[in-house]
């Protein structure tokens, strides 16, 4: 995401929902961070119109919406990828701690993250490598954590791969505005001291494998150098598509740009393309934001989607 107007975040995590998969040889956990419960669809998407809900109990989950079906529930969380002999973490939520003035909800937070880890059974010095989709504010905070007055990479033997273009994008004072603040206001806390501790892997998103059955694919639109990362394990695959979709609606109305996407079009045209590639190869699709379990299969229905919660 990026900049937010809304300060309001629950503080209660979901019990119910499966929390663990299989990807062939590959183990993916869910490890929340937050949970966000303050976007009505007409505040997240600037086209929205009410009469898009018609019919919505035939497509659109119970648990997507607040009881008073409202507000947009929303989740922000890392996946964990635990195979014989490494562990890889995917997107790391906003961080404790930070400085985030411009978006209320993510500021100076302290979340439990790192415990939850913990529960899933890893530790942070067990980590081999971060993969992150983008350089926005709730996909980096993790990063690194404060110790001793001083931000330290989380993961202290991890090697983080990102888009060299979005650190020279979010670096560039000709690409500083309102809507980039945030991704600006990051880099000192959360990507310059994994760079200066010698981690990071500065990429291009060009399609090729970064880890063995790990690779970066260009979806860019909602940020400059958006990723997806497609996984493949004994013939079967999975898809992170990060902030492609923030929501189950736009499975169903995938023409549905939300307030966080910079370049309307190439965000529509990123979406579809990994819409019909998820659907295309009966992949396992796991989300940066949906809420409940967060993954889901996608199928086509006519010319557009329908989305399953697993």
Known sequence: M?????????????TRHQQRWRV????????????????????????????LLEGSGSWLSPDSMDAAGVHALMSVHSWVLTSPGR???????????????HTPVFHRLQTGYLDRLRAAGVAPEDVDHVLLTHLHVDHVGWNTRLVDGRWVPTFPNARYHFSARERAWF???ANHSDRNRNSFLLQPD??????DAGQAEMIAIDGRE?????SFHPTPGHSPD??????????????????????????????????FDAVPAQARASRRWALEQAA??????????????????????????RWAFL
């Open 171 to 173: 670096t560039d004072p």
């Open 226 to 259: 958006h990723a997806s990362i497609r996984l493949r394990s004994e013939g079967v695959e999975g898809w992170f598509v990060g902030d492609l979709l923030h929501h189950p609606i736009q499975i169903r109305y995938p023409e549905l740009n939300s307030v």
């Open 24 to 51: 062939g040889a590959v183990t993916v956990t869910k490890v929340t961070d937050l949970l966000l419960d303050m976007f009505t669809p007409a505040a997240l998407f600037p086209d929205w119109q009410p009469e």
């Open 280 to 305: 295309d190869s009966d992949a396992l699709v796991f989300t940066t934001h949906f809420p409940e379990s967060s993954v889901g299969r996608v199928t086509r229905d006519g010319d557009g989607f």
């Open 2 to 14: 990026g900049t937010q107007t809304a300060a309001a975040a629950t503080a209660a995590l979901p």
């Open 87 to 101: 562990i890889v973490v995917i997107d790391t939520g906003v961080g404790d701690g930070k400085e985030r003035p």
């Open 190 to 195: 959360s990507i310059a001291p994994v760079i």
């Open 210 to 214: 970064v880890v063995p059955g790990l």
